[in-house]
Each structure stands twice: as C-alpha cells, then as structure tokens.
C-alpha cells in the first residue's frame, strides 16, 4: 500500500496546454500531446498500421510474431495481452464482476 500512496504524493509538474492533464514526466506528456495532434508516431513495418503509443504498437506486432508471453499459472493458457490473461483467470476464480442492470445476472467480462 505504501507504493500506491508514493504514487499519489507525487507532484504532477507537466501540464498539457490542450486539456490541462497533468503528468509526472515530460516525455508522459509528449506522448499524450499525439492524442490532440493526431500524430501516429509508430508504424508497424509489416502491415503499415500506425500508433500513438508505444504499448498499443508492440501488442501489434505480437500478432505478427505470434508471442504470446503471458501465461495463466493454473492451465498454462497463454496470451499476447494482459489484459486477456486476467480475464481469462476469471474461469479459475469464478468471480464475476459484471453484472445486468435490468436481471442482475453476472458476467466475467463485459
């Protein structure tokens, strides 16, 4: 807990001019700056799509690679993203953290 809260404490000092956003670092900010110019700084040489973030565009290219460097402790499933691997743990831990509005059903993903 006491990482998260260093996390918070810390002085956001780098102010995008646009939407007054505030980051930590600069080079955070330049990154965010691509949002309102519309600057695609990374190009996939495979297949030519093009990306604000760096994150975004090295999931890209794992589709090409096929990489797929997360894997689920329980059945060894793997996954190109995060994202997916926690999602998919949910079919180990049964949690279901969606629920319907209308029929208060429960879903493991959205």
């Known amino acids: 807990m006491k990482q998260q809260q260093g996390t918070h404490a810390v002085e956001h000092t780098y102010r995008c001019d ?3 956003r505030t980051f930590r670092k600069l080079d955070t900010l330049k990154v965010h700056q691509c949002v309102h110019t519309g600057e ?3 190009s996939c040489d495979v297949c030519n799509k093009t ?3 760096t994150s975004n565009f090295k999931i890209r ?6 990489e797929r460097p997360h894997h689920c ?5 793997t996954f190109s993203i ?3 691997l926690k999602v998919h743990q949910r079919v180990h831990t049964w949690e279901r953290p969606y ?3 209308v029929c208060n059903k429960t879903f493991s993903k959205t």
């Open 82 to 84: 995060r994202s997916s």
């Open 40 to 42: 695609l700084p990374y």
């Open 61 to 66: 290219q794992r589709v090409h690679t096929v």
């Open 18 to 20: 646009v939407c007054n």
């Open 99 to 101: 629920q319907c509005e």
């Open 73 to 77: 402790e329980v059945c060894n499933k």
């Open 51 to 53: 990306f604000s973030y």
